[in-house]
């Protein structure tokens, strides 16, 4: 239960981490953590927090590191708050090869930054507070 794995990326050359809860052929599993874990909200959440991502690098890292992909990831969703209902939601195949894309993209984007040694930033900026703030 939640071992680390380490393995260098073939499309980028870096070295990545991830770190499943748990897995065991055929399938891995992620606990989440969510303020409602209907549906409709768990999608909008595992896009903005990137869970098909998480679980595509973490089927890519158990391919090169043990020789088998696992198919199957599902996330335990339980809410944080009473009634703490939970949803199980195994991610779909699409979700999963976009995730791997991203991430992929994201680790060649990581790349080229570092060889150009040039990074996205705002600069240096005065800031104040919003006027919903106020």
């Not at 073939?10 to 891995?28: C, E, F, Q, T, W």
């Not at 995730?99 to 060889?115: P, V, W």
Request: hydrophobic share 35%; net charge neutral; proline share 4%.
């Amino acid at each position: 239960i939640e071992h680390s794995l380490f393995w260098r990326d073939n499309h980028s050359g870096l070295m990545l981490k991830a770190r499943p809860d748990s897995y065991h052929h055929p399938v891995i599993i992620d606990l989440k953590t969510i303020s409602d874990a209907s549906p409709r909200n768990y999608q909008s959440e595992m896009v903005k927090h990137g869970y098909h991502i998480q679980g595509a690098m973490c089927q890519d890292a158990l391919e090169i590191l043990t020789g088998y992909r696992i198919q199957t990831v599902i996330n335990i969703v339980i809410e944080n708050k009473y009634p703490y209902a939970m949803g199980i939601y195994k991610i779909d195949e699409f979700a999963l090869e976009e995730g791997q894309r991203k991430y992929k993209q994201i680790c060649l984007d990581l790349k080229n930054a570092r060889l150009e040694n040039k990074w996205q930033d705002y600069g240096v900026q005065t800031i104040s507070l919003p006027k919903w703030a106020l």
